[in-house]
């Protein structure tokens, strides 16, 4: 019997010959095979490197070594430097000796960092440490608790020991290897003068060529000390996007007419593509003109109650003054002609992904989530109408704050189910980071959410050509990213506001007339501004009537803000109280019943535009 459980032991670790290469982003909080390194039963503990970069916080050998804990005469010996002060060229590479060990059943090397100011899980993760543990696992290892000034916090890096037993005879020590934009791993076998099926096969990953992505890590395989011949040339960096570049030769005469010719196609051509901006500029004025006209002579005709065009109360109470609408965006459609292209994937995959649509996966009616090359997407079910009108409306936008649309799977006919696959931002709908009392978001999280869902309905009204009215707005259609910014999501569905997975207070006009216009989007919006301030969730208003009732007026001083504090959500211990008086009041205003009582889109990203803080708005998506 126990000659019998060591070959079952041996069988199922033959799996850890192999450690998998984790592609999800440093900052993701989901965990995947490899996202730690698993230990292995033949090697508990080795002595082995991380790579680390310096940077803008750590520029010197004195500064690195500090952060690791090393001393740095040996610091200096092994990455072939004479000074601890001298300031590193910024991405220069340095050996960093750890001793890895197995804890529990990961990898680790363990460390301390000491918080010196406010900071996230995901910043020191992922911008201290440069992505050498996730986000998740640092979070985890500190049972997730509130980071304060002067915490010691436990940090595992990533790191494994070599399994001598398998295929890669030889192999001495495993590096932990920190990707960035530009690196791959045929670049990475020829800086570490190894095999790129050695790489592929101690990372499982799929030879030749396989895909990696920056901020995150891979394995290197190496049979004796690594050296430092894989450091960055002492060339200039790279430029923005790493895009190629190539040498300037000095132009001959012919070169020189050639540059002529180019220069004056290019002039000419950049004065036809400003006459094609202003056409299209002043068709697109006109047909708003046109429409909004058309939208009053429509309300004048259906209600039966007479609407005077009054003030909104947002202009005279908030910006001091009436806006004017935005003029000066291009309208995609001038782009057209260039092809929209998307994945095909077919059925099978579709229901690898999904776990053959298992029920676990299902997130609400129609809408599954699935794992698509190790990352997390959105699978949506769609008849074959809806999936060719979403397809075309996404065809004609493209923004920042709006989910992409990466993949389609068609039905075999047009009676059977077709399949959209969307990005799957790592935080999930903005409903369940409201819900989340344990991580709560803090107030600049809220209001950059805010401002980064008013700038993506701002593009759908005023940039597009007609413009388009989302119409189906609520917070479990807005999606956070990793970095806490937002893309809106359920874009070009059709009969939106009439659909099952509509939840919410919805604007009356609608209810009352079917009229679908720009403000519906503004009336859904005032409903999420107070659910970003009290985090509750209201299904028919009545709560929210009745909670917002102090903002018309009638308590005293003392009164109107305790019911403002007692309507915020708890979970907020610090918040600037003009702030929330301010996203207060713009609610109200947006979910006033007469449309023509809402400001303008223009309005609240004015009103929104000077909360945002400047530090919040330069985060990397």
């Not at 986000?135 to 002067?150: C, F, P, R, V």
């Not at 090359?373 to 409306?393: G, L, Y």
């Not at 991580?439 to 008013?454: G, K």
Request: hydrophobic content about 40%; overall charge neutral.
């Amino acid at each position: 019997m126990i000659l019998f459980w060591f070959f079952i032991l041996v069988c199922l670790d033959s799996s850890q010959a192999q450690q998998y290469y984790d592609g999800i982003e440093c900052a993701s909080s989901l965990s995947y095979p490899g996202s730690r390194y698993t230990c292995n039963m033949f090697q508990n503990s080795c002595r082995t490197y991380v790579v680390y970069r310096a940077n803008q916080q750590f520029q010197t050998i004195a500064d690195i070594s500090s952060l690791f804990h090393m001393d740095y005469d040996a610091m200096l010996r092994l990455n072939n430097l004479t000074s601890h002060s001298v300031v590193l060229r910024s991405g220069r590479e340095v050996l960093i000796p750890i001793n890895c060990s197995c804890s529990g059943q990961y990898f680790e090397a363990s460390f301390s960092y000491l918080v010196s100011k406010i900071m996230s899980y995901s910043e020191i993760a992922c911008g201290v440490f440069e992505g050498l543990l996730k986000s998740s696992t640092l979070a985890e290892e500190n049972l997730a608790q509130a980071i304060n000034m002067g915490d010691e916090l436990r940090v595992p890096l990533k790191c494994a020991c070599p399994d001598n037993s398998t295929s890669v005879k030889g192999v001495e020590y495993l590096v932990t290897y920190p990707f960035i934009e530009g690196d791959g791993p045929i670049l990475l076998s020829k800086r570490f003068g190894i095999s790129p099926e050695d790489l592929s096969f101690v990372n499982n990953l799929e030879p030749p060529n396989p895909t990696v992505f920056p901020n995150t890590t891979i394995l290197v395989p190496l049979r004796k000390p690594p050296v430092l011949n894989f450091n960055i040339p002492d060339s200039p960096p790279p430029t923005p996007g790493f895009l190629p570049t190539v040498s300037v030769v000095k132009p001959n005469n012919s070169t020189r007419l050639r540059v002529l010719y180019i220069a004056g196609s290019v002039v000419g051509f950049s004065l036809l593509l400003l006459a094609l901006m202003a056409c299209v500029v002043m068709y697109r004025r006109a047909y708003k003109r046109w429409k909004i006209e058309k939208f009053h002579s429509f309300n004048a005709r259906s209600s039966p109650l007479s609407i005077s065009p009054v003030r909104s109360p947002l202009k005279s109470g908030l910006t001091g003054r009436s806006s004017s609408p935005m003029s000066t965006c291009l309208s995609p459609d001038i782009l057209a002609g260039l092809k929209y292209s998307l994945f095909n994937y077919s059925i099978e995959e579709i229901r690898r992904a999904t776990r053959d649509f298992n029920e676990e996966n299902k997130t609400s009616a129609r809408v599954y989530r699935g794992v698509i090359n190790n990352a997390e997407v959105m699978i949506k079910q769609m008849t074959s109408v809806e999936t060719s009108h979403v397809i075309d409306v996404h065809s004609k936008i493209n923004h920042i704050n709006i989910l992409n649309l990466e993949g389609v799977s068609y039905g075999e006919s047009d009676l059977s189910w077709s399949y959209l696959v969307f990005e799957l931002p790592s935080n999930g709908c903005l409903r369940d980071c409201l819900s989340h009392t344990s991580n709560s978001l803090q107030w600049s999280q809220r209001t950059q959410i805010a401002f980064d869902i008013a700038t993506g309905l701002h593009y759908l009204h005023c940039c597009t050509f007609p413009s388009y009215a989302h119409l189906n707005i609520n917070s479990r259609n807005i999606f956070v990213t990793g970095n806490w910014r937002v893309k809106l999501a359920n874009i070009g569905t059709l009969s939106a506001l009439g659909s099952s997975e509509n939840k919410g207070w919805v604007a009356p006009e609608y209810l009352l007339y079917g009229s679908a216009s720009e403000k519906v989007d503004i009336f859904a919006f005032g409903v999420v501004l107070l659910e970003l301030i009290s985090a509750r969730e209201d299904i028919d208003g009545k709560l929210f009537k009745e909670s917002i009732k102090f903002l018309g007026g009638g308590s005293s001083e003392g009164g109107f803000l305790e019911q403002l504090r007692s309507f915020m959500d708890q979970q907020l211990k610090e918040y600037p109280l003009a702030e929330a008086l301010c996203l207060a009041v713009l609610a109200k205003a947006c979910v006033e019943d007469d449309p023509l009582h809402r400001p303008s889109i223009d309005d609240i990203i004015k009103v929104l535009a000077r909360m945002v803080e400047p530090e919040v708005n330069r985060h990397v998506w």
